[in-house]
């Protein structure tokens, strides 16, 4: 099973300031990582697909990046609304797996 | 506009049995390989489940194998959930999941339905 390592655990920044979260994985993936955002009793939302591809409605402030078992995600400038948990998800092998999520909190 | 709605969750004594549903809208649901990914409280995402387009084949994770079933009818847009012999650690918010076509990136998800494990 392919481990995902997220870090860190918690990460308090402001509005207007950059965010760099940081998966690892145990293996390499192929660039197969996606990332997911979810805010309080809401289902998760797909904000990235095969490292760097952005889903549906995704504003351009979010970008993605990576290779092998090293990935990132950057949001640019952050906005009120993007405080929430990020959980990155690979689909290199199943079975499927998650990382652990990054909590985004306001400073 | 893609819908997903779940029915069927509730509490249960542990060794019981419970059987999720997920009414699918919007899109070409035969076209498509479905999912089942839980959540327990305040915790993070695990996969559980995932059945092919056609029903052929599943997959489960190590944790339910044996105990859950997944399965689908095409003709009424639906994906159930079998659950039996269930755990306390079985307790979690069950989404149902659909996935970009031919890829395991989860793309539209279901509200959720709560299944409490408890005496």
């Known amino acids: 099973e392919i481990v995902l390592t997220q870090s860190p655990a918690t990460l308090s920044l402001s509005p207007g300031e950059r965010a760099t979260l940081s998966c690892r994985a145990s293996?390499?993936?192929?660039?197969?990582l996606a990332w997911y955002q979810q805010k309080p009793g809401q289902a998760p939302r797909l904000l990235i697909y095969d490292t760097s591809n952005r889903g549906t409605g995704t504003p351009a402030r979010f970008s993605g990046s990576g290779s092998g078992t090293d990935f990132t995600l950057t949001i640019s400038s952050l906005e009120p609304e993007d405080f929430a948990v990020y959980y990155c998800q690979q689909r290199a092998d199943r079975p499927l797996t998650f990382g652990q999520g990054t909590r985004l909190e306001i400073k | 506009e893609v819908q997903l709605l779940e029915s069927g969750g509730g509490l249960v004594q542990p060794g019981g049995s419970l059987r999720l549903s997920c009414a699918a809208s919007?899109?070409?649901?035969?076209?498509?390989?479905m999912n089942w990914v839980r959540q327990p409280p305040g915790k993070g995402l695990e996969w559980v489940s995932s059945?092919?387009?056609?029903?052929?084949?599943?997959h489960y994770a190590d944790s339910v194998k044996g105990r859950f079933t997944i399965s689908r009818d095409n003709s009424k847009s639906t994906l159930d959930l079998q659950m039996n012999s269930l755990r306390a650690k079985d307790t979690a918010t069950y989404y149902c999941?659909?996935?970009?076509?031919?890829?395991?990136?989860?793309?539209?998800w279901g509200q959720g339905a709560l299944v409490t494990v408890s005496s």
């Open positions: 999941v659909k996935p970009l076509v031919g890829t395991g990136t989860f793309d539209s």
């Open positions: 059945i092919t387009n056609a029903g052929s084949s599943t």
């Open positions: 293996q390499s993936l192929s660039g197969y």
């Open positions: 919007g899109f070409s649901f035969s076209s498509y390989a």
